[in-house]
């Protein structure tokens, strides 16, 4: 079966600028989840969503990162007047409870110059 | 300040040998744990995982240790093969449920 997509695998943009990251969990996975991978670093949690439940914003690091889940399924995330130290490979992942297991997908890499 | 804590950046290993990753973690509270491998341009993979109930967890060639009182859990892998050369991530669940907390990844080459 398909398994956690992104789009677009690559995305380079000019400080300031706005961009949008797409995901696709896995049919059927309820739980979504963002994370981001700076250079050098483990991955940092962003963003989860759960249903139809408010979702858990507590990791997105300013009020220009947003997150949305359309239909409980494809999700965006939005970064709005990037800056440099954006820069970082962004992973969705799904699963098909919140507590099991996650599955990733293989990331989108932003480069804000 | 980190919750996860991998301190080797990166191991090296001969084919056949053990592979030994280590992790600690300073929340006492965590009660699941998990290993992810990753290799270039692709996401993590799933590995292996471990309830704070249970000190050890064996799946195939990988087997998980977890010493509650020290914080601290393990990764082996025996035999070592070339195809495990990847990045090892271990992870924490966050108490609610909602997130995995990582760590920064050990990096392993296994040379045939």
């Known amino acids: 079966g398909a398994g956690v997509s992104q789009s677009p695998s690559n995305k380079v943009t000019e400080k300031g600028k706005d961009v949008e990251l797409r995901c696709d969990p896995i049919s059927g996975h309820t739980a979504l989840y963002w994370y981001r991978q700076s250079l050098g670093q483990g991955l940092e949690f962003l963003i989860y969503f759960q249903g139809n439940s408010a979702p858990d914003k507590s990791g997105l690091p300013s009020d220009r990162f947003s997150a949305e889940r359309t239909g409980g399924s494809v999700s965006t995330l939005t970064i709005q007047r990037t800056q440099q130290e954006d820069s970082a490979v962004y992973l969705c992942?799904?699963?098909?409870?919140?507590?099991?297991?996650?599955?990733f997908g293989p990331g989108t890499r932003l480069t804000v110059l | 300040d980190q919750q996860v804590k991998q301190n080797s950046p990166s191991l090296s290993v001969q084919e056949g040998r053990i592979s030994i990753l280590n992790c600690d973690y300073t929340n006492s509270m965590f009660d699941y744990f998990l290993w992810y491998k990753k290799y270039p341009a692709e996401g993590p993979t799933f590995l292996i995982s471990i309830s704070s109930i249970k000190d050890k967890n064996e799946d195939g060639r990988f087997t998980v240790f977890l010493n509650k009182s020290a914080k601290h859990l393990s990764l082996h892998i025996v035999p070592s093969q070339p195809g495990d050369s990847a990045v090892y991530f271990c992870a924490a669940r966050n108490q609610a449920g909602t997130a995995l907390i990582f760590g920064k990844g050990t990096t392993l080459s296994v040379s045939s």
């Open positions: 992942a799904s699963s098909p409870l919140p507590y099991n297991e996650q599955f």
